[in-house]
């Protein structure tokens, strides 16, 4: 089973998530092997900083420090 997150870095209902509901979560289900957690970009409009930040937490993955 699979949860794919849309996700906005400048969102505060997404840092909401972040810090209080996904480490349960992740305890819960992706570390027990029941549920892999997708995250993929969906920067919004209405953020400056979106898409800026979108690419740059994608570049810092791929150099494994995101």
């Known amino acids: 089973m699979a949860m794919i997150e849309f996700g906005d870095l400048p969102c505060p209902y997404g840092a909401r998530f972040t ?3 996904f480490p349960e979560l992740r305890r819960r ?3 027990t092997g029941k549920l892999r957690f997708e995250s993929l ?8 900083y979106a898409v800026p930040a979108a690419i740059a937490a994608r570049h810092a ?6």
């Open 29 to 31: 289900y992706v570390d």
């Open 61 to 66: 993955g791929e150099q494994g420090r995101f």
């Open 19 to 21: 810090s209080a509901t």
């Open 41 to 48: 970009d969906l920067p919004l409009p209405f953020h400056p």
